[in-house]
């Protein structure tokens, strides 16, 4: 069997070769990066990726007796939230990109079993409210129709690119960071599409 290196490697490739974006192709390698040091920090190895169930591995949490198919996936999720302690978004778009690449081994036989497919993440990290929510509560709003109109109307200069930036985030929930990391190829405006780059969540589509 072929060492996870050389493995994540050809991976890499093939999706360079499928004119990924370069910021997923960032998330894409951070993503197998910490799932290879996971491997590392915990003595694992393909053979166990190959396993469907009955792994133990050393995790610093008070929740492994409640994993939910007892794979490596299990382990390796626990590792980043309470290890690692990685934002919850992080874990789950760390978590979908290991996921394409279990996926790939899979396809090309590299590994018998896909345990990608016993796991629930709902089960270890809640994803339905933000950071900002849980701590506002009900204090959390948005800003209303007038207020946008209010400040795009008294932006700074350049006050076309300000009047863009704010509009795209009212329109389309847009990051700062993610219209900051924009590339015009991911901008579609015969279909009124952006493809949003990975950046605090999954990648996505958006419209405008």
Same mark, same amino acid.
């Given at each position: 069997?072929?060492?996870? #290196?050389? $493995? ?6 093939? @999706?360079?070769?499928?004119? !990924? ?17 996971? $491997?590392?920090?915990?003595? @694992? ?16 949490? *008070? ?16 590792? *980043? @939230? ?8 992080t874990i789950k778009t760390t978590v #979908? ?7 790939? $081994? ?29 701590? /506002? ?14 400040? +795009?109307?008294?932006? %700074?200069? %350049? +006050?076309? @690119?300000?009047? *863009?930036?704010?509009?795209?985030? /009212? ?10 990391? $924009? ?12 493809? !949003? ?12």
């Amino acid at each position: 069997m072929k060492k996870f #290196t050389e $493995l994540k490697k050809a991976y890499l490739i093939q @999706r360079q070769n499928d004119n !990924v974006a370069d910021n997923t192709m960032k998330g894409i390698k951070s993503s197998l990066n910490r799932f290879e040091f996971f $491997l590392n920090e915990k003595n @694992r190895s393909l053979s166990d990726i190959d396993r469907k169930s009955d792994i133990q591995v050393e995790i610093d949490s *008070l929740e492994t007796s409640k994993i939910t198919s007892n794979n490596l996936i299990d382990y390796f999720i626990l590792y *980043l @939230r309470d290890e690692k302690e990685y934002a919850h978004s992080t874990i789950k778009t760390t978590v #979908t990109y290991v996921n394409k690449f279990l996926k790939y $081994l899979h396809t090309k036989e590299f590994i018998e079993y896909n345990i990608m497919e016993n796991y629930t993440i709902a089960d270890y990290i809640d994803s339905g409210k933000t950071k900002q929510k849980k701590e /506002w509560g009900d204090n959390y709003v948005a800003i209303s129709k007038q207020q946008h109109k209010e400040i +795009v109307g008294n932006v %700074p200069p %350049p +006050v076309f @690119r300000n009047k *863009l930036i704010c509009n795209l985030l /009212w329109t389309t929930g847009m990051r700062r960071s993610e219209i900051a990391n $924009l590339k015009l190829d991911d901008i579609h405006l015969e279909e009124r599409r952006i493809d !949003v780059p990975a950046i605090k969540s999954d990648e996505r589509s958006v419209f405008f």
